[in-house]
């Protein structure tokens, strides 16, 4: 059973050229997809479209089998995959680490104590420990970056789509999130342009070019 699936999409965004055509893509339990592609050729559409934060102009989407049509079908399918944007600050809007990465479990109308344990163990993974009463506007970039992905790992998702996630890391926390990654996170869709990222992480891979998606070697 396909996690996502998109079959035949088409995407352009209005009084633009058409960026995807007839797109075919499925990430299923155990894949760790990486796709790589030029800038502008539509790897962030992508995923923003599997989330529904976009709409395709033709094509269908579904999500453990079951279509993606309303935003309510979109609503049930965002508690059972993440999604990590590639800029940081378009996720975090709390004004505690502590709250940012609590504001999903909570919204999920999940006991307060079961979720304060999440969110502990959320940041342990990543090496944030003790972060809980930090201020989120002082946090360095990889700070920052690795608090949105706790806030996903802390939804304990079924699979996660990461934008760009290493992106701006200094080595100490590009460690810690690689580590975490491979870890925590049994099936994920990545876009990067680091091709030994991918290598490492990754037991599939794809090139998105002229708005289709095509296998490469691993």
Known sequence: MDIVSLSGVDFAYPGGPQILRGLDFRLSQG????IVGRNGAGKSTLFRLAMGLLRPTRGELSCFDKPLVSEKDFLAARRQIGFVFQDSDDQ?????????VAFGPLNLGLDR???????TGALEALGLGGFERRLVHQLSGGEKRLTALAGVLAMEPRAVLLDEPSTGLDDDHADRFE???LGNVPTF??????????????????????????????
């Open 189 to 218: 869709a990545v876009v990067s342009h680091d091709r030994d990222f991918l290598a490492r992480t990754c037991n599939k891979l794809y090139l998105l070019d002229d708005g289709r998606l095509t296998a490469l070697p691993t």
């Open 92 to 100: 975090l809007f709390c004004p505690t680490v502590f709250e940012d």
């Open 31 to 34: 894949d760790r997809a990486g």
């Open 113 to 119: 104590e079961l979720v304060k344990q999440k969110v």
């Open 179 to 181: 580590a975490m990654l």
